[in-house]
């Protein structure tokens, strides 16, 4: 924590950025959330139950922000994460069915309450306008192609996107005492690609790689 702090505190565009539009910054802190417990239950297993439980629940609030991309990102980075190990068959200890169940007990009231007053029209505009078509589709009159992200990166986190390649080199050299380090790695590249193949793109979207 000190050291995403650190990190911003540091890098004045991601103080400007920080600044421009609040609910991107609320979907980095409960995506960092999920990521830092995931992190925890991965290497502090006497507890892990605890810290998937305040996974999900993190879960849920990232998905009051910005919809389902709350849950679907980090959901591809774990898989990517254990695939890349050969650990897919830790999926059965992730606790699934709990953690549905506590999101959803997050999420359900909020949309039951909208529903009620406005039908379909707001969730469905939400999920399907908002999340879907802007990734399925360019909005407005921007293009911008499939290496738009990677300056953005680099300048979103200068002067620490210097260490890039001490950070692959750390997260690579031994998967048995760096798996979060690997797993902070599958994490930006994960997002930055899953982005770059988007239709419509401005910077803020991968602003969850910061931490």
């Not at 305040?54 to 879960?59: E, N, S």
């Not at 999101?103 to 529903?115: D, G, Q, T």
Request: charge should be positive; charged fraction near 15%.
């Amino acid at each position: 924590g000190l050291l995403a702090a650190l990190v911003i505190a540091t890098s004045p565009r991601l103080v400007l950025l920080a600044r421009r539009i609040i609910i991107d910054v609320h979907i980095t802190m409960w995506t960092a959330l999920i990521l830092f417990f995931f992190a925890l239950a991965e290497t502090r297993p006497q507890r892990r139950r605890l810290y998937l439980y305040l996974m999900y629940v993190a879960a849920g609030f990232g998905v009051l922000t910005k919809g389902p991309v709350a849950v679907f990102l980090p959901a591809l980075v774990f898989f990517l994460y254990l695939a890349s190990q050969k650990r897919l068959g830790d999926l059965r200890h992730m606790l699934l069915p709990a953690g549905a169940v506590i999101s959803l007990a997050i999420v359900v009231p909020w949309y039951y309450l909208l529903y009620r007053e406005h039908g379909w029209e707001y969730i469905s505009s939400f999920i399907f306008g908002e999340n879907l078509g802007r990734y399925a589709a360019a909005i407005g009159a921007q293009s911008r192609g499939v290496l738009f992200y990677i300056p953005v990166m680099l300048a979103d986190l200068f002067p620490w996107s210097l260490l890039i390649p001490l950070a692959l080199w750390w997260a690579m050299r031994d998967e048995r005492h760096d798996r979060v380090a690997r797993l902070l790695v599958v994490w930006v590249a994960a997002i930055v690609v899953f982005f770059s193949l988007s239709g419509t793109k401005e910077d803020l979207y991968i602003l969850p790689i910061v931490p």
